[in-house]
């Protein structure tokens, strides 16, 4: 089991930044990949970007390609999402997850319902006001 919580959201006019955090407990943090998704009122979850276990290979949303970057640091058992130029649109809930090593893929990463990922944090809301 891998417990998951999500830090770092609030409220941030257009333009702005965030860095959005997530903190793993449980099983070696090592032995998974890393992603974080996002929800927007009235729509379906979607893949933001996601890393390998060694954070040596990342994939991002193709939309968002330029102004996130996914790190992790296994030492402290943390992944983070820093976010640049944010856009309304980018308003939701951001969720961070987990899943084993094993499946990372770049098709697999980007494929609903679950993406590849077996753990789910409880997620955080981020705003950007216009």
């Known amino acids: 089991q891998v417990q998951l919580v999500e830090s770092g959201g609030g409220l941030v006019q257009a333009g702005g930044s965030l860095r959005l955090s997530c903190a793993a407990s449980?099983?070696?943090?090592?032995?998974?990949?890393m992603g974080w998704f996002r929800q927007a009122p009235g729509k379906e979850r979607e893949f933001v970007a996601a890393l390998s276990w060694s954070g040596r290979t990342t994939h991002y949303r193709d939309s968002l390609k330029g102004r996130v970057t996914i790190s992790r640091d296994n030492a402290k058992n943390s992944v983070y999402l820093q976010m640049n130029s944010l856009k309304p649109e980018d308003t939701a809930v951001y969720y961070c997850a987990a899943g084993p090593v094993g499946r990372y893929s770049p098709l697999r990463i980007i494929t609903p319902p679950d993406y590849g990922m077996d753990y789910w944090g409880e997620g955080t809301l981020v705003t950007v006001s216009s």
């Open positions: 449980g099983r070696s943090f090592s032995e998974y990949i």
